[in-house]
């Protein structure tokens, strides 16, 4: 019987650009960016694996069925935070074009 695979755990935001005491080290759009290509290699990252799983229980490689259920959560939700994340942004856009100087 194999063992359960522990969560993985995201990558903390702090590794994106900020310091150890909170500010932006290196620029406002250097983590604004950073925080949306890391969305955007997640999504990338677990729909090849979702794939990979997909087509190991198709050709009857896949041993353990709970993987590809496991694969295709992860991929759904990494998609719903990117949308997440643009619809924020977007928001934040429109803020931003609301204000008069």
């Known amino acids: 019987m194999s063992m359960i695979a522990p969560v993985e755990q995201l990558s903390p ?4 650009g900020l310091g150890s005491d909170g500010k932006v080290e290196n620029g406002g759009e ?5 925080i949306f290509q890391a969305a955007i290699d997640q999504v990338k990252e677990t729909d090849a694996r979702k794939v990979e799983a997909e087509y190991l229980l198709s050709t009857g490689q896949l041993d353990n069925p709970a993987a590809l259920m496991l694969a295709t959560s992860k991929s759904e ?6 949308v997440q994340l643009r619809n924020k942004a977007l928001d934040a856009y429109s803020e ?3 204000i008069s100087l």
Request: a positive charge; proline letters at 0%; zero cysteines.
């Open 13 to 16: 935001i702090s590794s994106l």
């Open 30 to 34: 250097s983590i604004f960016g950073s």
């Open 77 to 82: 939700l990494s998609v719903s935070l990117l």
């Open 96 to 98: 931003l074009t609301r």
